[in-house]
């Protein structure tokens, strides 16, 4: 675990049934709003994915931020084609000049900043597959209650999965994760959950704290959790049907 175990930041926090009823009324009623969840996939699902799908997913939000999104899914065929699916055990084996060759390649985004942080997160998988059998056996038991765990251990091992990057890319293979979202940013600092930088070690553990508390009270995954908190505030009064 990279955050110490310090004592617990009590904090003055609304009920999950206020933020529930609040993004009812935003989107319509119980029918709508949940329409609009979508779970996360379950441990026993999440070790059953390949770490070469892992890997292409971890990329691929990488090259999206701070780029059209997509472009990138136009040229991911490309991508998967230059870089043998990418294949764990290839990757780690390539050189530099092939490297800088790919990098150059018209099928993919030529990016040779983002295109080195492949290998390196190929080099970073096998790390964590001799250390742990598999990456995704890695990812699935880690315990979502302490998920901004996680997305320091990827931000310090990884390469270019800092910041969101590194939590969209588990959100998007599947695992259980909140988000910091623009919308759920702006609910921590409207009641006055939070100050300062949005991801300091008392930043995080608060909302940590807060997201544990609110599916202690509820039975809706972290994901599920994140998105009504972003339902219930902001611009979010728009529905459909």
């Known amino acids: 675990m990279l955050l110490p175990k310090a004592k617990r930041v009590f904090i003055d926090m609304e009920k999950f049934e206020s933020i529930f009823s609040r993004a009812l009324d935003r989107k319509g009623g119980e029918t709508a709003l949940l329409r609009l969840l979508s779970p996360p996939l379950d441990n026993k699902e999440l070790i059953k994915l390949?770490?070469?799908?892992?890997?292409?997913?971890?990329?691929?939000k990488i090259f999206q931020s701070g780029f059209v999104w997509r472009v990138v899914e136009q040229k991911w065929e490309g991508f998967q084609e230059v870089f043998w699916g990418f294949s764990v055990d290839k990757l780690?084996?390539?050189?530099?000049?092939?490297?800088e060759k790919k990098a150059s390649d018209p099928a993919i985004i030529r990016n040779f900043t983002k295109v080195?942080?492949?290998?390196?997160?190929?080099?970073?998988?096998r790390?964590?597959?001799?250390?742990?059998?598999s990456f995704s056996k890695w990812i699935a038991d880690w315990d979502s209650s302490e998920i901004v765990d996680l997305w320091l251990a990827l931000k310090l091992k990884g390469s270019r999965l800092g910041g969101n990057t590194g939590p969209y890319a588990l959100r998007a293979i599947g695992k259980d994760t909140f988000l910091l979202s623009r919308d759920v940013e702006a609910y921590f600092r409207s009641y006055?959950?939070?100050d300062?930088?949005?991801?300091?070690?008392?930043?995080?553990?608060i909302i940590q704290e807060s997201f544990?508390?609110?599916k202690s009270e509820s039975q809706y995954s972290y994901k599920e959790l994140s998105q009504i908190v972003a339902f219930?505030?902001?611009?979010?009064?728009?529905?459909?049907?």
């Open 127 to 133: 790390e964590i597959q001799d250390e742990f059998g």
């Open 116 to 125: 080195k942080s492949i290998r390196e997160n190929a080099i970073f998988f």
């Open 50 to 60: 390949p770490d070469d799908y892992i890997l292409a997913e971890f990329c691929k």
């Open 92 to 99: 780690i084996m390539m050189p530099d000049d092939l490297l």
């Open 232 to 241: 219930s505030c902001g611009d979010n009064y728009l529905f459909e049907g």
């Open 212 to 214: 544990n508390t609110w």
């Open 192 to 194: 006055k959950l939070i």
């Open 196 to 205: 300062g930088g949005l991801t300091t070690k008392k930043n995080l553990k």
